[in-house]
């Protein structure tokens, strides 16, 4: 991790527990550029990272969340904006940023959001949007900068060769129907992932950590209602944003509602 974070001896590398490891960082600096500057990975495994505090003990702390830029694809022209990309994300789970896009062509028009999503939970593939004429639009979420990723269960930090789900699947019905496809997209940083029924994307980045306090210490593992908000600037709300995550159906795994605000 020093030649990917440009530090040599400036970093102290302490072993606290079972895959557990203490990074002493010599300035604030460093620290906020490594957290910000994720997501991270060692030999393609996730890493995941939380900064240091008070209490913060190998048998107390917990490492469940990565955090993830998500690119939100296939929206209408006119939601596409900072307030909706948050909106959408607050249904996947924490958001921690949006970014704000100027000067987009068409081809590349799309939303991005930051968000701390459990790396226990699969990844959602995306969501319908309904404008107020009852039309439904598929929005692709896809993920920036993916480490290991299971193609058949969809968790990050799991792959085919040591998915339990897969196993039984393999060993007992013989064929697989895999959930997820693997594409190569036209950026060479981008890895796409595609789902045979649902249409699933996904891509590569995130940001990752916890910043509070001032200490220069970080943990890590290495790790495999109705609700509206109104766009000011395009005088549209999202609102009844349903998740409906039955892995049963054939259904995507999230809807949203577009209504026009008079």
Not at 176 to 194: K, L, P
Request: hydrophobic fraction near 35%; proline fraction near 2%.
């Amino acid at each position: 991790m020093r030649k990917a974070w440009g530090m040599n001896s400036e970093l102290q590398i302490v072993e606290v527990g079972s895959n557990l490891f203490q990074f002493k960082f010599q300035t604030e600096f460093d620290l906020s550029r490594v957290l910000k500057g994720g997501l991270w990975s060692f030999d393609n495994q996730l890493l995941l990272l939380k900064r240091w505090h008070k209490g913060m003990t190998a048998s107390n702390v917990k490492l469940e969340h990565a955090s993830l830029w998500v690119q939100i694809w296939g929206a209408p022209f006119v939601m596409v904006s900072p307030q909706v990309a948050k909106e959408i994300g607050s249904r996947l789970r924490t958001v921690e940023d949006a970014e704000r896009r100027r000067g987009q062509d068409t081809l590349k028009y799309f939303m991005r959001v930051r968000v701390a999503l459990p790396v226990s939970k699969r990844l959602r593939c995306g969501g319908f949007i309904a404008d107020s004429d009852g039309k439904r639009i598929w929005a692709k979420f896809k993920y920036e900068r993916l480490p290991i990723f299971c193609y058949f269960c969809g968790i990050l930090g799991d792959d085919l060769r040591h998915c339990a789900s897969h196993y039984v699947v393999e060993r007992y019905r013989g064929e697989v129907d895999y959930q997820y496809v693997e594409n190569h997209g036209e950026e060479a940083e981008i890895q796409e992932v595609e789902t045979k029924n649902d249409g699933l994307d996904r891509l590569n980045h995130a940001d990752n950590s916890e910043m509070h306090g001032t200490n220069s210490n970080i943990q890590q593992r290495d790790n495999i209602g109705d609700r509206g908000v109104v766009d000011v600037e395009n005088n549209y709300a999202i609102t009844n944003i349903m998740d409906n995550d039955d892995k049963g159906s054939k259904s995507h795994s999230d809807s949203f509602k577009e209504n026009n605000v008079n």
